[in-house]
DNA sequence: CAATCAATGATGAAAATTGACCAGAAAGAC
DNA sequence: GTCTTTCTGGTCAATTTTCATCATTGATTG
């Protein structure tokens, strides 16, 4: 584990909102010279602390106007049957993400579809194609007032 | 609304998981000149397909070990109860995102604390204390099987 | 078929990246 | 206290990239 001082967290509250901002007006930003900020962002970078850099896209500028957030349960909570539906999550497209989480469902998922019919084709022929799965809750996204993914 | 087309897609594919490559290197990765590269993703940008780049930073090597899904329900749904809660979740550094949707609940929060004490405090002294909120369910990520958040 | 419009590729100047090298500060050993 | 050792920052220059300009290609329309 790498040790953090405020410089570096700094860098990163830049760089969690500016992913590509140049190299020497990051260093302007935090007050340091191009290259001592080069060494830090390619430390942090080394120790995984930044795992990447990722393109922010609109869903719905890409005519992906369906978001929502699905709760799945399982029958059955062996590892064979999680295995299982981690690879189908995996394989479909429109799975944006997969937690695996605690508490009365074991899979929290966000799926982008480009509308309602899209969202019931992949809710209906994939999910519900599954043996493993016993409860689906939807959530649908009307709006996200505060969104850092990161 | 932008047409966006073969190339355009493939430019945004890349850009989604490496958004820190070189034009050059796009360019050759899509198997166009440069500048007709820049040229599509400054349109990409302008257009708000592409609404920003974020470093993806690891909330465990960062000390951040402890992220959850919450679901929130509230007592009124008037759009000042709304408003009021937002702003809240607005203010809060812990939430990282936070949905507005549809179903038995009104929000679901992505919330990240450094542990299970620093997610208490945040739980009691932050949520617990709006008025607006009637029900809260908390999901602990225990991993994260697939992540492609954009 | 000519004209027009859109998109591409080429070019080059300006800017940024990135690594080598050196200086100064902090920490530790004696 | 002094002498190392280590760490971090700054300067500078070579390399690379960015990005605006311009000519060309190709498709579409009248």
Chains 1, 2 share one sequence.
Do not use: W
Not at 82 to 111: D, K, P, W
């Amino acid at each position: 584990m790498m040790k953090i001082d405020q410089k570096d967290r700094q860098i990163l509250r830049v760089l969690a909102r500016e992913g590509r901002i140049s190299n020497l007006a990051l260093a302007e930003r935090v007050a340091l010279s191009p290259s001592a900020t080069l060494r830090r962002v390619q430390a942090l970078e080394a120790a995984g602390v930044i795992a990447g850099y990722r393109a922010m896209l609109d869903p719905a500028k890409m005519g992906q106007g369906f978001v929502a957030y699905l709760s799945v349960g399982l029958k059955t909570h062996t590892k064979s049957a999680q295995a299982a539906f981690e690879q189908a999550m995996a394989a479909a497209s429109e799975v944006r993400e997969c937690h695996n989480v605690t508490g009365n469902v074991e899979y929290l998922l966000r799926v982008e579809a480009a509308d309602l019919p899209a969202y019931k084709r992949f809710h209906t022929d994939i999910l519900g194609a599954l043996p493993q799965v016993s409860t689906i809750t939807t959530y649908v996204v009307i709006g996200s007032p505060k969104d850092e993914r990161k």
